[in-house]
């Protein structure tokens, strides 16, 4: 059964950064061959795609977050990281882990908050 775990969110000021950790367990198949994603949800907006990584860590991101997030991973330990520097009011939302594609079961995301 997918287990899928997201930590690393808080109240951070304009400008600032955060790492998010996601950890995945029970995956279809092989973590390494597994195209993840970070996606995020602000409040009356649809879920939307921010960074992915393929499992031989070819990366893509969003026009908004290109420059200021970086995705990674350690397939060894099953863990998808997203580094956010220069942080901005508008990525304020909850954010989540999952295959790039939203194709299994979603954690509970973890709150990213960015204000004064």
């Known amino acids: 059964q997918v287990h899928i775990v997201e930590t690393g969110g808080g109240l951070v000021q304009p400008g600032g950064s955060l790492r998010l950790s996601c950890r995945a367990s029970?995956?279809?198949?092989?973590?390494?061959?597994?195209?993840m994603g970070w996606h995020r949800q602000a409040p009356g907006n649809q879920r939307e795609l921010v960074a992915s990584?393929?499992?031989?860590?070819?990366?893509n991101y969003a026009d908004d977050v290109k420059g200021r997030f970086t995705i990674s991973r350690d397939n060894a330990k099953n863990m998808v990281y997203l580094q956010m520097n220069s942080l901005r009011p508008e990525d304020t939302a909850v954010y989540y882990c999952?295959?790039?594609?939203?194709?299994?079961?979603w954690g509970q995301g973890t709150q990213v908050t960015v204000s004064s």
């Open positions: 990584i393929t499992g031989n860590y070819i990366t």
């Open positions: 029970g995956m279809p198949g092989s973590f390494n061959i597994i195209t």
């Open positions: 999952n295959t790039r594609r939203g194709e299994v079961n």
